[in-house]
């Protein structure tokens, strides 16, 4: 009986020993991980990787370039320098029928000789303001000067008394330039602001992602709209512009239009011996602009959004853009309703603001946009000299 009852306790130790056992064997078992997410690091203003010298940290650069175009080239400031090498370039109307550029550059110490560089108006003020850039502008009309100051942009304010322009004076001491087209500034003249103390001016902050891009990594997005070699419309009564798509360059060049005068000029870069500056992106956005009282300076309207156009690689897409207070950032969404931002291929960018009044100017490969409506025929609409208002050249840093 011992004998039974000793053999039937040995053969439980043995079989709690095994469960044991077993039982340290599945702990020792490590699962599998969760793979980690992949990242990608996109340059911020053109959604390509980033470089190995990305300035991550710092703040973009947008700088306010002249784009008055006179049938007398003393008095154009057509070829403007640098704009090849911006990231993003903007174009809308002014004043009184003429249009500005403003450039904005990822990476500061990498910017060439851009120029010549004028007055800051607040519509721009209010499309450089999300990705707080260092401001680079001469004067600034008092609506700017406003916007700037509500916004205590004091410390990236960059206006020539801060040491950021030089005058080449080339052409003016030759008769050919206007003085007003002789002011230009670089990224070195940047670099050497930043660094020497003697301005106390705030460049740390990672700009936001300026739309939501197709991962650099990934194919391209076809548009889903039809192909479209030329887009063309009218800013006002006096500047039109011409975009042409380059299917050898997948790339979009412009011609800068003057309607009173009849002529057209390509846009190209002086500081690149004349190469066309040429786009990866194309943004036509309509909207309403009005005068101010002054009745010259553009009222551009910014806060509700409209219908849109974006140009990609020879197809279009219609879009809507939305933005909102001055410090948001601009959008771009589908047209369902839903607000969701379209993907962007990665690239350089041109983004035109345009006045809904010249709608019935809009063509794509010489057919109306939109022939339903009853708009005046192109031909009937009048023609006039653009004209440059008189700006407000004081600084806005506090005396």
Known sequence: MKKLLSLALSV????GALTGCGSQQDDSIIPDPSPTPKVWYQNALTGEEQSIDYPMGTSPVAVMVNNIMSKDTFESAWPQSG??????????????????YMALFRDWTKMPVVGPIRSARDQFVQLMLPYECLYIHDGASNYAKDMLARYNYYDKDLQPNAGIAFRDLTEYNKGKKAYEHTEFTSGQ???EAVNSGKFELDYYGEPQQM?????????????????????????SNSYAAKMT??????????????????FSKPLIDAGEN???????NVFVLWTQIERYPDGVLSNVSLSWGGVGFYFNGGKVEKVRWMKGMPNDKLRIVS???????VLINPGKSYIAFVDLDYFGTYMMDGVPVDSARDYTPVEDLPVEEGVEAEDDTSDIRPQ
């Open 12 to 15: 439980l130790m043995l079989a």
């Open 83 to 100: 704009l090849s090498k911006a990231d993003v370039v903007y174009e809308m109307e002014t004043e009184g029928g003429i249009t500005r």
């Open 211 to 235: 739309f939501e891009w197709v991962k650099y990594d990934e194919p391209a997005r076809e548009l889903n709209g039809i192909e479209v070699s030329e887009i063309e419309w009218r800013f």
């Open 335 to 341: 047209l369902d309703g839903t607000e969701t931002d």
């Open 274 to 280: 004349g190469a066309p500056v040429e786009f990866d």
């Open 189 to 191: 003249l940047v670099d």
């Open 245 to 262: 798509y380059n299917p050898e360059t997948d790339k979009y060049s412009k011609e800068h239009i003057n309607l009173a005068w009849n």
